[in-house]
């Protein structure tokens, strides 16, 4: 079982993923638990973001891309910049496609919303990982 785990998580693609879940977890769970404590939407939304950020940064400097303690700040910098800039292709997304979704589902809010959710998520996930292993996670151990 332990040999089981351990080929798992050696394989960078198979990590990303588990991390990438656990981070929304983590990220969502978060932004729940501050909106209970102080019913504040905003503020809950951005704590669950930096939660997340803060998490996957972590699992992916530590297991996922396996890097050396040495640069971690720099890389840290550089994860959030890279997260800001998906972050803000996804804010595109939702301001921008809905009149072109639209159209096909007969401007359904939940359909165009679902839709919008899915192919942003997919291209995010995808920019996410490329960004990580092209600029922030270039040296391993």
């Known amino acids: 079982m332990k040999s089981y785990v351990k080929n798992f998580f050696d394989n960078e693609i198979l990590a990303y993923l588990f991390f990438g879940v656990a981070t929304t977890l983590v990220a969502v769970s978060t932004r729940l638990l501050v909106f209970h ?4 939407e905003q503020l809950a ?6 939660a997340g950020i803060i998490f996957a940064f972590v699992t992916n400097d530590t297991i996922v891309f396996k890097q050396e303690r040495k640069g971690w700040f720099k890389r840290l910098i550089a994860f959030g910049i890279a997260r800001l800039g ?15 979704i639209g159209q096909f589902v007969n401007m359904n809010r939940s359909a165009i919303n679902g839709i919008e959710t899915i192919f942003a998520q997919v291209l995010i996930i ?10 922030v996670f270039r040296n391993k151990k």
């Open 126 to 135: 995808v920019l996410n990982y490329i960004f990580s292993k092209v600029f």
């Open 45 to 50: 939304t951005i704590i669950g973001n930096i």
């Open 86 to 100: 998906t972050l803000l292709l996804d804010v595109l997304f939702v301001t921008q496609y809905p009149q072109i």
């Open 37 to 40: 404590w102080t019913d504040q």
